[in-house]
């Protein structure tokens, strides 16, 4: 720091030569650096001054608090000697140090603070307790004078401050659940429990006369200003509205309304339900007594009770509860519905809505009027809070309402079903009926039973072609489950008679011959539903619009047909005729219906009369017909299989026709199982089929790629037009 300072110095004289460090300093250096630092201190000397004498204020009041501090740490020091000094005269006798005995002190100081602190919670607790014992006096007081809501409120204050839990029992109160919980608390527990059973054991008293039904339970009284022998008479009685509001703080309103809903269900609501003769008066002569009453005329008893009438005579009912109970507070009403609704929705839904539900398709849009009287109660309901209005659970009765096709539907199934089990069992199979077989031209004597149970099913599928698809699909399914009941009763009902020689089992054979035949010949119901909508679209639609929703329906009506012809297991040589003969039969009656769905100008070609004829004209219409129905093409060929020999269709096979038509090789193979027995030559022809590979000659693929391509512009169809379909 020094030779920095110097060599400064030196070098301010020597301007820019470099000052050596190791060389000797001359004489007139010397005296030039004696100079030099002479001028430099003079300037820290000023300079200094002047910062002292601009801060003159800050340096006399730092210097004054100094002086203070020293003075007063001198007197402080003083009296501490003086202290000591007095100390070791007034203990030089002890035997015990000064030090310890300031330890003692502050140790019995801190024992007198704990004490006066356990004694200061002492009493606080002592106050608590006095505070608990005079709230609990005044709940007796209030409770014995009539202040209901008053003693309710401070009991509920109370059984919060002493943690009573809402479950509470006696056994629970007299077993302190703190350990470390004064006795005391129990003790006031157990008084509060007193108290509590007081007042409840009132207020459910006020409750049951101030809302009663009477003894013949048809009237429900209402008492609005009640006066009690267990109140003082000077109290002149107390409301209902309030007795009510102090069960609700108290938490015993739901249990007095639960009470309340039985008895209005069970005396009240379901009589009303059941008997449409009932009338609902409701008397307001009596101040602050109203009475709602039954009346029924003479004694008359009339079951059943129209959704209008019985929707009129709830709210009636509702809507008093409403006025004079619930006091139009929406929170209780709500209390209500919750015990009430359930109940009371079956209720109406098991008497009323599903005895209304119609018994003919006919009148299923008449029903729809029963839907509005249905929408405009629960309205009233929920602006009465008895049900929510933002839960779509509570729309019950609309929610049944509105699913009048299911309902419809299933009540026709189970009338079909109890009217063939009926029928069926009840059937001795004595009394027999000749009638016609559809595919032999001879008659057969069959029961009155099989006769009855098929008309039964035609007319049922009659309903199912006039009614909406679900509407028309349980049907199918109520004739499909009729069939099954003669399948499933009749050998078991005729055990013996069928393993003995008896006339019962020949007529059992004849009706299930006959029964056969007839479900075969349901396949012309569906041509009669196709016909029935060609009449009903074609006028209607565009020509283009109307072909390609034919030809949609039918290209999945005759794929269905296929599909179900090669799946069946077994057919004998009869079988098989009869089976191509009804398609066969099938497909000519579709003639204007098949013709529909093609040019004018091919159409004029080819008459009816010329249709059924094997010429040139008929099979290019018959080839128009299958370009534009791929699924047409695969069924008649089918149909040439059922007629054909087992090597005619293995060599169909091995040469690729079959291919190109739209089988593919386990279908052959099923079919050949169904139509021929197991033979050598069966099992020859089907190793044949299995193990025959292809390889399509140009002409045979560019046909395959036209059938392909027409049954994906099929499915395309069925895409473009399904709309038009479900809308029909």
Known sequence: MEWRLVKELLTENAGSEEVDESRAVSAPYLHHLKDRLHMRSLQIKDRVHNYIKSHYHDFFNIISVAFHASNEVQTISQKLHQIFDKLSDGYKDLEIPIDSQLCRLAAERASVKKDLCEKEEARRLVLTISDYV??????????????????????????????????????????SSDLLQPQAF?????????????????????????????????????????????????????????????MEIVGILDAGFA???????????????????????????????????????????????SPEALYSKLLHVLKFVYQYICFEKGIWMKLIGRLIWPKLSEAIITNCLAKAVPDEVS??????????????????????????????????????????????????????????????VQSNFKVL???????????????????????????ALKDACSSPRQIALEFYHAVRDALLLYRAIVPVKLAKELNTLSQVAIIVHNDCLYLAQEILGLAFEAVVSLENARLLWQPLLQKTIYKKAMQCILQHFFACVGSEILMLDDMSVEETLQLRKLVQT???????????????????????????????????????FEKLIPSLHKLRRITDLLDMSLKSITLSWESGELIVSGFNSLEVQKLVRAI????????????????????????????AAVSRGSRQEGAKQQNDIKFIIYYY
């Open 586 to 624: 099938a497909l000519g009656n579709m003639s204007s219906l098949l013709k529909s769905v093609i040019d004018d100008e091919m159409r004029l070609r080819v008459s009816g009369e010329r249709f059924e004829k094997d010429d040139n004209d008929s099979q290019i219409l018959w080839d128009q």
């Open 363 to 424: 009148e299923v849009t008449e029903f729809q009027m029963v839907v509005k009287l249905t929408r405009d109660f629960e309205h009233e309901l929920k602006d009465m809070a008895l049900i929510s209005s933002s839960d779509d659970k509570d729309d019950r009765l609309s929610n049944f309402a509105l699913n009048i096709e299911i309902h419809f539907a299933s009540k026709k199934k189970n009338y079909i079903l109890a009217t063939v089990r009926k029928l069926i």
């Open 433 to 459: 009926l000749a009638v016609e077989l559809l595919f032999w031209p001879s008659t057969l004597a069959v029961s009155l039973a099989a006769k009855q149970l098929m008309e039964i099913v035609h007319e």
């Open 676 to 703: 021929f027995s197991d033979t050598t030559l069966r099992r020859e022809c089907l190793k044949r089929i299995e193990n025959t590979e292809f390889i399509l000659s140009e002409n045979n693929s560019k046909q």
């Open 134 to 175: 005079k709230r609990l006096e005044n709940a007796r007081i209030n409770v014995e004078q009539g202040h209901l809501i008053q003693a309710a409120r401070a009991l509920q204050e109370l059984r919060i401050a002493l943690r009573v839990s809402q479950t509470w029992t006696q056994d629970e109160l007299r077993v």
């Open 259 to 305: 009470r309340l809903a039985d008895s209005l269900i069970k005396y009240i609501i379901i009589p009303i339900i059941h008997n449409s003769s009932i009338n609902i008066i409701s008397d307001e002569s009596v101040k602050n007594k109203p009475v709602l009453s039954q009346d029924l005329p003479s004694g008359i008893q009339t079951e059943g009770v």
């Open 186 to 246: 129990t003790l006031l527990k157990i008084e509060w429990a007193s108290c509590f059973s007081k007042l409840q054991e009132l207020l459910e008293d006020l409750f049951n006369i101030a809302i009663r039904v009477d003894n013949d339970h048809t009237k429900l009284c209402v008492d609005l200003h009640l006066e009690c022998e267990k109140l003082p008479a000077s109290f002149g009685g107390i409301d209902l509205a309030s007795v009510l509001m102090a």
